[in-house]
C-alpha cells in the first residue's frame, strides 16, 4: 500500500473551467495537479435543490469510459444522473486512457506482470486520490459523507484504493469480480492483494447470469475474499443492472450510510 503514497502537501493548482447548468444539476469540469506532473481532469455534478454541504459519491467507470469508447461525463450522465436527482454530488476522475485523456492508437498496453503495469495503475490511483484532495476543499461537499461507486472494469481501481483511503464510508460494487486472470496480476498493482483489506462496508450488486463477470467463477470468489461487513445482492439479470434495480438496492444502502437526503 506504500506503493501508492504521494506527497498531499503538492499544490493542487485546481481550476473550474467550465460549468454547465440544468434545472436539475450543475456539472463543473474542473483540471488539478495530478500524478506524473500530468494535467488530471475531473467532472462534479452538484444537485441544484438539496442543502449544502451535500454528501458524494465518488465514481469509477466501467471499461467503456475505460477503454476510451465514450466520455466519463456521458457516463456519469447516463448511469449516475438518477443519484444527482435524488440531491447527491457524484464525482469522478478522468484517467488516462479515458476520452480527453487518450494514449497514443500506437501504444501497446503493458503486460499485467509488468511493472510498467503497475507504475500505470500508481498513477491512475495517485490522480483519483488527488481528486479526493480536490473534494475536500470544497465547503459544499460534505468530506465526512462519501460512497465509492465502482461498476465492472472500475471494481479493479475501486478494490486498491477501498483498502486504504480513508474518506469513504463504504464502497458499492456493481457486476464485480476476481477472475482467474487475476492471478497473474503483478502483486503490488492486483486487486487480490487489497481486497482482504477493505474494511469498510462493502455492497455487490451481482446479475445472476453475468455474461462478463460470471457469479461462480468470479462475483462469489471476489465475496469470499471480502471480509465483513459485507452483501451480496442477487438480481435475475445479465452484467449491467437496469437503472431501476441498482437504485432500489443501492439508495437505501447509502442512505443508512451516509443519512438519509432530504430536498
Known sequence: MASYGYDKTAPLDARIEETVSTPEW????????????????????MPTNAPRPVQAIHFMPAGDVAGGLRSLSDSISDRMAIYVRGGRAVFGVVLEGYIERLRPASEVPPPIESAEYADRMIGRVIDLRRGLDYLETRPDVDRTRMVAMAPSAGSTLGMILAAFEPRYRGIVFLGAGIPEAYRRIIAVASPISFVPHIAIPKLILQGRYDEDTPLRTAAEPLYKLLPEPKRLVLYDGGHVAPLDVQMRETAPWIDDLLGRVFR
Open 26 to 45: 450543475t456539472r463543473e469540469r474542473i483540471t488539478f495537479a495530478g500524478a506524473n506532473g500530468a494535467r488530471a481532469i475531473a467532472y462534479l455534478y
